[in-house]
């Protein structure tokens, strides 16, 4: 069973960029999309976008001018970088494993909540 | 972009009822793509139902999705205490675009 581990600060100044990380172990990172999804108390779930492992990725059209999803296989990470953050990105944010086969998320990050405050 | 309108926002039920959750979409939905999670509190969400219809690994039977076009069911015969959670339903067109509905509580009565 892969498990997911996000990674971040919870807390970030507004106009600045949230950077996140999911730790993929096991080495399955090279298989599967993974995808970013936050949650708040305003807005519900939200699809932030996915990465592919070859690096492909597609983004929710409302976020996309301010998101950039990376991979890095050697060490079993994917980040997360949303800039020019406001008070309307405090949520919780979780990183979720695509199953191509189900084409659902099967796997999910227990997930951490980031603030934008000053 | 495709909402998915869940209802009731609310279902209060006692242990043993049936719940019966609605999922609606505002444009056909590819069932292929139409998926169920159930979420507790301090919890990600889980998956519950894969496809519109089937159940995912460790599933109980209980739970079980129907549905096509643009409305679609997700039905749990016996509730269990540990049933009682929110549910979502969520869609996903490829390579454009992924939602999810606002959910529906199902709170023990």
């Known amino acids: 069973q892969v498990q997911l581990q996000e990674s971040g600060p919870g807390l970030v100044k507004p106009s600045e960029t949230l950077s996140l990380t999911c730790t993929v172990p096991?080495?399955?990172?090279?298989?599967?999309?993974w995808n970013w999804i936050r949650q708040s108390p305003e807005k519900g779930l939200e699809w932030i976008g996915y990465?592919?492992?070859?690096?492909?990725?597609t983004y929710n059209p409302s976020l996309k001018s301010r998101v950039t999803m990376s991979v890095d296989t050697s060490k079993n990470q994917v980040s997360l970088k949303l800039s020019s953050v406001t008070a309307a990105d405090t949520a919780v944010y979780y990183c979720?494993?695509?199953?191509?086969?189900?084409?659902?998320?099967?796997?999910w990050g227990q997930g951490t909540g980031v603030i934008v405050s000053s | 972009d495709i909402v998915l309108t869940q209802s009731p926002g609310t279902l209060s039920l006692s242990p043993g009822e049936r719940a019966t959750l609605s999922c609606r979409a505002s444009?056909?939905?590819?069932?292929?793509?139409l998926t169920w999670y159930q979420q507790k509190p301090g919890q990600a969400p889980r998956l519950l139902i894969y496809?519109?219809?089937s159940r995912a690994t460790g599933i109980p039977d209980r739970f079980s999705g129907s549905g096509s076009g643009t409305d679609f069911t997700l039905t749990i015969t016996r509730l269990e205490p540990e049933d009682f959670a929110v549910y979502y339903c969520?869609?996903?067109?490829?390579?454009?675009?992924?939602?999810f509905g606002g959910g529906t509580k199902v709170e023990i009565k």
């Open positions: 979720a494993k695509w199953s191509s086969a189900w084409r659902a998320f099967d796997i």
């Open positions: 096991g080495g399955s990172i090279s298989s599967y999309s």
């Open positions: 990465i592919h492992y070859s690096g492909a990725s």
């Open positions: 444009q056909t939905v590819d069932s292929s793509y």
């Open positions: 496809g519109a219809s």
């Open positions: 969520q869609e996903y067109r490829e390579s454009v675009m992924l939602t």
